[in-house]
């Protein structure tokens, strides 16, 4: 069974930083699989969206809202996945989720039902 842990968040002020990161148990991130993995954002009250993922052969993309601010990496010892996250600004306070699918394929995926497993989220606030 996957498990997907995000933990990382907090309260920061405008223009500080944050790192979030992404353990999985129960599946196994290496440079050899082809697997998708991202992180999504839900802000009170709104749909779930797609802020950052890579893939095996997509590579990595960003949202136009966070590029140059945010940075996707993964650490396959750890079965770690990280969002760096830098000039928050206080639109980016959401709660945060990572997700992974093992599906293989060519085209980025950047919408919630594209991944079959999802952390339970954690909570960033930025204050102005």
């Known amino acids: 069974q996957v498990q997907l842990v995000e933990s990382g968040g907090g309260s920061v002020q405008a223009g500080g930083s944050l790192r979030l990161s992404c353990v999985s148990s129960g599946y196994t991130f290496t440079p050899y699989k082809n697997y998708f993995m991202g992180w999504f954002l839900q802000a009170p009250g709104k749909e779930r969206e797609w802020v950052a993922s890579?893939?095996?052969?997509?590579?990595?993309e960003y949202a136009d809202s966070v590029k140059g601010r945010f940075t996707l990496s993964k650490d396959n010892d750890k079965n770690t996945l990280y969002l760096q996250m830098s000039s928050l600004k206080p639109e980016d306070a959401a709660m945060y989720y990572c997700?992974?699918?093992?599906?293989?394929?060519?085209?980025?995926?950047?919408?919630?039902?594209?991944?079959?497993?999802w952390g339970q989220g954690t909570q960033v606030t930025v204050s102005s």
């Open positions: 997700a992974v699918d093992p599906g293989s394929g060519r085209c980025p995926r950047r919408y919630n039902s594209e991944y079959a497993y």
């Open positions: 890579r893939g095996y052969y997509s590579g990595t």
